[in-house]
């Protein structure tokens, strides 16, 4: 399967509720063959974002296009665009494999594609027991199988993970990885923030409905270096952490014997112990995660609206 790129530009997209601004002139875009996170705080606009995207939800003002074009002007959108909103939910009596074929064949897609999606998902074993047996990794998996069935060049996952187990969420993260190495665009928003510095090539985080940063997840973590943190370990730690005091460096002892250096970057830490004449052991530059930099460029803006 190849796929033609097709990137997501959103351009000043805005929804007001009444007072609110749940989606406040947010731009970014989202690259073909690469993951992107999209994270925010509770009530930040993610969803809305999505659904905007997607035809479901008016937007007050602005854009979103696939490739150029609104979801809405896409010649057989589901040929271009998947989507996962929320855990799929299907009759209760029919299969997987029978939930699948009703979606081809109202969509004039060929019978096996249900097949080959099924297989995709790693469904195939649970392919003709019902769905009211599907545990919520099984509907999650028939959901995302759903959103396979045209080929799309685009994917759009609201939450993927929820209610998988880790192996669920380790194989969600090797098949959207799989996707993106095919061309395709995948946007994935997530809270859990571990997962996705593992999962995403970009992220894009928002909140109250703006655009806080976009970027490669390098940048964006390198960025934030007032949150980076060097491990040192010597046999003179007191002449070390006064060195480094003197440079306005903060210095904690760990329970292991190590000290922690916040405020100077490694080569720094390295080169006022050579002048102090204090031996190394150990250096090591432990930059901030993820999670770190998501609440501090959050802060303050996290929060029900
Ligand atoms: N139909 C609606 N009418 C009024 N307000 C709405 C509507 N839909 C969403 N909102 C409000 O818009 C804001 C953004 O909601 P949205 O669901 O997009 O956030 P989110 O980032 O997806 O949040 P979460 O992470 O909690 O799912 C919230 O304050 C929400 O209450």
Request: charged share 20%; proline share 4%; hydrophobic share 45%.
């Amino acid at each position: 399967m190849t796929a033609g790129s097709e990137e997501i530009v959103v351009s000043h997209l805005t929804k007001h509720y009444k007072k609110l601004r749940a989606v406040d002139n947010l731009s970014f875009t989202v690259h073909s063959g690469r993951v992107t996170g999209f994270l925010g705080p509770n009530g930040a606009g993610k969803t809305t974002t999505l659904r905007m995207m997607l035809g479901l939800v008016q937007p007050t003002a602005g854009t979103a296009t696939f490739g150029g074009v609104r979801y809405a002007d896409l010649d057989r959108p589901i040929r271009h665009v998947g989507a996962v909103l929320e855990a799929s939910s299907a009759h209760k009596g029919r299969s997987g494999i029978n939930h699948l074929r009703v979606i081809c064949s109202a969509a004039g897609l060929p019978r096996q594609a249900a097949d080959e999606a099924l297989a995709r998902v790693g469904l195939t074993p649970a392919a003709k027991r019902k769905f009211k047996g599907y545990s919520l990794g099984m509907k999650q998996r028939l959901g995302i199988a759903a959103a396979l069935l045209g080929d799309p060049r685009v994917l759009i996952l609201d939450e993927p993970a929820n209610g998988l187990d880790p192996e669920g969420i380790r194989w969600m993260r090797d098949l959207l990885k799989a996707l993106a190495a095919e061309g395709r665009t995948v946007l994935v928003s997530s809270h859990l923030l571990g997962e996705m510095q593992q999962l995403a090539d970009d992220v894009v985080i928002i909140a109250a409905g703006q655009l806080i940063r976009q970027g490669p997840v390098d940048e964006v973590l390198g960025s934030m270096t007032g949150l980076s943190q060097v491990r040192v370990r010597t046999p003179q730690p007191a002449e070390l952490a006064a060195a480094l005091s003197e440079q306005q460096a903060t210095v904690a002892a760990l329970p292991d014997g190590a000290l922690t250096v916040t405020g100077l970057d490694a080569a720094q830490v390295g080169h006022a112990a050579f002048k102090a004449g204090v031996e190394l052991h150990e250096l090591t530059g432990e930059r901030a995660d993820l999670e770190q930099v998501f609440l501090q460029l959050t802060a303050g803006k996290a929060g029900i609206r």
